[in-house]
């Protein structure tokens, strides 16, 4: 059965750099039938889409957020990773990671989720 | 960007109840569009998607319809599990995006 995990700091300082990875068990993410996605969840609030990662690297990413975000993909450690710059206080979130259907982007499998705080 | 809107925005509703949720797009997705549950303090869970596709797993109380830009998520003979906050996806246009959800409660 698939399992994905949140792994990162809890606090961050404004102005830094928020680091996540994501670790999958039961399954390869070198898989060319799923991409590999971030999402968040302020406090009180919605879902935000942040981008997705093909094994091979591609990436797709929200807009709102492309200048300040990276995602990355190790295969052979078989995680993956998210990293958001220059965070201020509207970057608190409980931040998931997800695996994302190929062609339909429906988001099968979540991780529990983490929650990072950006606080001085 | 594609903008979704759901409706009602909370409702309550009894055990062994109907309940419908209304979600909207601001262009057409065609049947691009996505469901989820979740719980507090929980992640979201995928119910529906492609518009009807039940989730494995996903008990046959909960259905999906729509297409273009209008949508529902069905929930026949509510039971205790599902009075949580329901959210709609599309699909169809980067950014992905989702909406403001529905929160069920116990009338």
């Known amino acids: 059965q698939l399992q994905l995990q949140e792994s990162g700091p809890g606090l961050v300082k404004p102005s830094e750099t928020l680091s996540l990875t994501c670790s999958v068990s039961g399954g390869p993410t070198k898989t060319s039938s799923y991409y590999w996605g971030w999402i968040r969840q302020p406090p009180g609030k919605g879902l935000e889409w942040i981008g997705n990662v093909y094994y091979t690297g591609l990436t797709y990413y929200n807009p709102s957020l492309k200048s300040r975000v990276t995602t990355s993909i190790d295969t052979s450690k078989n995680q993956f990773s998210l990293e958001l710059t220059s965070v201020t206080v509207a970057d608190t979130a409980v931040y998931y990671c997800a695996r994302v259907r190929d062609f339909s982007y429906h988001m099968d499998v979540w991780g529990k989720g983490t929650t990072v705080s950006v606080s001085s | 960007d594609t903008q979704m809107t759901q409706s009602p925005s909370s409702l309550s509703a009894s055990v062994g109840d109907r309940v419908t949720i209304t979600c909207r797009a601001s262009?057409?997705?065609?049947?691009?569009l996505n469901w989820y549950q979740q719980k507090p303090g929980k992640a979201p869970k995928l119910l529906i998607y492609s518009a009807s596709s039940l989730q494995s797993g996903v008990p046959s109380r909960f259905s999906g319809g729509g297409s273009g830009t209008d949508f529902t998520l069905t929930i026949n003979s509510l039971q205790p599990d599902d009075f949580a906050t329901y959210y709609c996806q599309q699909t169809y246009n980067m950014p992905l995006t989702f909406g403001p959800g529905t929160k069920v409660d116990i009338k």
């Open positions: 262009q057409t997705i065609s049947r691009s």
